[in-house]
């Protein structure tokens, strides 16, 4: 069975309704900002992304917006669909380096 | 096709033996790194690699080690130092370049160790 741990905060959004989905991230220095989609079983697939010198960048039905005052970033996505439903990642990169670092995700729940 | 191969999907061990994943990638990529993924927690780096023979500890490397020895090869192995063992394994690859940085992933390779 599954181990016990800390659950993924959980977003249960109607089918057809925009979803938003936040992440606070943890560096001010952060030059890069991903979000991430992983499917049950799967590895995470790439949603968008955005530099620090933008506040907002659109994508095919998904929107990121970017508050560096209060690191914050968000990912909207419009219309929602079934095939919607997975975990989203936000993970951000710092400056001059090559690591990324990931947030512990949010479980996007389609109700019908 | 292109793109990050894991194998096998699911891997069973005993407590105390070592096991090696595999990481394969066609797609030309520089970097090549090793995630592990724990229920209700985000990906946590293990081990990366930028060039070939040449690799660099993440946030979690101890009771891990890898190889680079082929630009498509970075296979990660799980020793019995490792406490906690059991998890998702996740691969991925990139292209070290300053504009594009997108990680490719591998499907995972999830790790029973009894």
């Known amino acids: 069975g599954e181990s016990v741990g800390l659950h993924l905060p959980t977003l249960s959004v109607q089918e057809g309704d925009n979803s938003i989905i936040n992440c606070a991230y943890s560096n001010s220095a952060s030059d890069y900002f991903i979000w991430y989609k992983q499917e049950s079983g799967k590895g995470p697939q790439f949603i968008i992304d955005?530099?620090?010198?933008?506040d907002k960048r659109q994508g095919q039905r998904v929107t990121v917006l970017l508050n560096k005052t209060v690191k914050h970033l968000s990912l909207q996505i419009a219309a929602t669909q079934p095939g919607d439903s997975a975990v989203y990642f936000c993970?951000?990169?710092?400056?001059?380096?090559?690591?990324?670092?990931f947030g512990k995700g949010t479980r996007l729940h389609i109700l019908p | 096709d292109g793109g990050i191969t894991q194998s096998p999907k699911y891997l069973f061990r005993k407590e105390g033996q070592n096991v090696t994943l595999s990481c394969e990638q066609n797609l030309n990529h520089d970097a090549m790194y090793w995630y592990r993924q724990d229920p209700g927690q985000g990906l946590r780096l293990i081990y990366y690699?930028?060039?070939?023979?040449?690799?660099q500890k993440g946030d979690i490397a101890e009771g891990y080690s890898v190889s680079r020895e082929k630009k498509e090869s970075f296979p990660l192995t799980v020793t019995s130092a490792q406490k906690n063992p059991t998890a998702f394994y996740l691969c991925?690859?990139?292209?070290?370049?300053?504009?594009?940085?997108?990680?490719?992933f591998g499907p995972g390779t999830r790790l029973t160790v009894t």
């Open positions: 955005i530099r620090s010198n933008m």
């Open positions: 690699s930028q060039i070939v023979n040449d690799f």
């Open positions: 993970a951000e990169m710092l400056n001059r380096d090559d690591k990324i670092i």
């Open positions: 991925a690859s990139s292209v070290l370049a300053e504009i594009l940085y997108e990680q490719y």
